[in-house]
């Protein structure tokens, strides 16, 4: 009963701390640091610092993990995130994050795509991918 | 005659390759506003698109949409057209963009088509009201004849710790026959506008808080008035170059834009453009205040034109992609005698912006 009680006490604090994961696929080798990170989810640059074409996947504005990913990651509010894009999008400078709307498809994404990089709870990473952050 | 074989390419490429990957997207603007000085009095609120507001409520001035196709043939390979329609040209929409992006490394791109042609901060966004806080950019920094071009551009990106670097190198021409700000607004008569043997620059630096963007562009102007009876000089091969310097700060709340702009063109007189803006985001709401002077200089004395605008307003994120805006605009036209654009005004506007 009482293991039940702290398991269940952990449980809760885990769900009330539940962070963001930045993950790529274990092949990926690169130094990515969180300047590489943001500055890949902010479409400043396109390759992985080794060189390496990157392909962001962020979490959608249905997912639990958005608030997050701008929060945490980007260090923007939605309309901020939205306002920035909107200006690569409209002017051809930079290819948009894929949205997604759920972290299992995310996972699958990243486990088969060797130049992508994601952003899932971190409740749901699992062996098919490496977390850089 | 390009535009059309590359529209005509677009969607070929979109028709014969099925499983090339195509998103959509598009922004939209409505917006209306009122001359509320003197009677008569004027505002020239977009000067490319001879945009007017008058003594009478109008919507067209403001009211603006864009839809975007990007499709993406391979890894490296993409084609992308984007239409836009102006209330100022009676809705009727425009291919202003339509290119191709060839990804020569993931660090350096080239882009073959039509484009925006990156003169100011925001002339390639200008349209898209969303991505700033203004209705519109403030019209003095923006007094230009010529706003797209049809040539080639190559893009590298790449970075130093937190701060992202993005070179691009362009050139190319455009002919703009019965230009809309010229024929219509400045010379009353058919004017046939040419920007030609363009080549340009654009450095971008941006890091957390700060970006700073420098340009330089050249080329050749060609003017021609092809009515009967006209009185008005043509020319041709007039060199011009453009030199600008935009620094601004976004802290999270406190937001500092500035932009300055220096144009000369043959022997005229040279013109100068700066904007100074501060505005200061609290959680949906961002009030702002702005100053921006137009000045050329004077050669022997000789009249010039020279305004400057005065705009206090507010935007409101009211939803996740769409914002309200509110705002009040102050011209003060100080061209000599002869040279007013559009003369001193007071309008109060409003709008709403959105993307999907």
């Given amino acids: 009963m009482k293991l039940l009680f702290l398991s269940s006490l952990t449980l809760l604090a885990s769900l009330a701390q539940a962070d963001v994961a930045v993950i790529v696929h274990p092949s990926n080798n690169a130094a990515i640091d969180d300047a590489a990170i943001s500055s890949i989810f902010l479409g400043k640059v396109s390759a992985f610092p080794d060189g390496q074409k990157a392909l962001p996947a962020v979490p959608d504005i249905s997912n639990p993990s958005r608030g997050d990913f701008l929060d945490k990651i980007v260090g923007k509010t939605e309309p901020q995130y939205k306002s920035y894009w909107a200006r690569l999008v409209f002017t051809g400078q930079a290819q948009p994050p894929k949205e997604m709307q759920d972290d299992a498809k995310t996972l699958e994404l990243i486990a088969t795509n060797p130049n992508m990089i994601g952003v899932i709870d971190e409740s749901h990473l699992n062996g098919t991918v490496k977390r850089v952050k | ?356």
Wanted: glycine letters at 10%; aromatic letters at 14%; one cysteine or more.
């Fill in chain 2, 1 to 356: 005659m390009a535009l059309r074989i590359l529209t005509g390419l677009l969607l070929l490429g979109f028709m014969l390759c099925p499983q090339a990957d195509v998103t959509f997207s598009g922004f939209a603007s409505v917006g209306a506003g009122k001359v509320i000085s003197k009677k008569d009095d004027v505002f020239l609120s977009d000067y490319a698109t001879v945009a007017q507001y008058d003594n009478d409520v109008s919507f067209s001035p403001d009211t603006t949409y864009g839809l975007q196709a990007m499709g993406r043939i391979d890894d490296k390979l993409s084609i992308a057209s984007q239409i836009v329609g102006r209330g100022a040209d009676e809705m009727n929409a425009g291919v202003e963009w339509a290119y191709i992006t060839y990804e020569l490394s993931p660090s350096l791109s080239m882009q073959v088509g039509r484009k925006r042609l990156p003169l100011y901060f925001y002339s390639d966004f200008y349209d898209v009201g969303y991505s700033y806080y203004w209705i519109r950019p403030p019209a003095d920094n923006y007094t230009w004849q010529i706003f797209n071009y049809n040539g080639a551009s190559l893009t590298y990106k790449t970075r130093m710790g937190d701060w992202g670097i993005k070179g691009d190198v362009y050139g190319g021409r455009e002919d703009s026959p019965n230009n809309k700000l010229l024929s219509e607004f400045f010379f009353g008569e058919t004017t046939n506008e040419t920007w030609k043997n363009m080549l340009g620059a654009v450095l971008t630096v941006s890091g957390e808080m700060l970006e700073v963007r420098l340009n330089y562009l050249q080329g050749l102007n060609d003017r021609d008035f092809p009515d009967a009876g006209s009185t008005s000089t043509p020319f041709e091969n007039y060199r011009f170059h453009n030199y600008g310097m935009s620094v601004n700060l976004d802290t999270g709340s406190l937001i500092v834009l500035t932009e300055y702009n220096m144009r000369r063109r043959h022997l005229d007189p040279a013109i100068t453009t700066w904007l100074a803006s501060v505005g200061y985001r609290m959680g949906e709401l961002t009030p702002h205040v702005t100053y921006s002077k137009f000045s050329q200089e004077k050669l022997a004395g000789a009249e010039t034109e020279n305004h400057n605008t005065t705009i206090v307003g507010v935007r409101y994120d009211f939803h996740p992609s769409a914002a309200a805006k509110l705002q009040w605009d102050k011209v003060q036209d100080e061209g000599g005698p002869g040279w007013g654009v559009a003369g001193d005004s007071e309008t109060i506007s409003a709008a709403i912006d959105m993307i999907f």
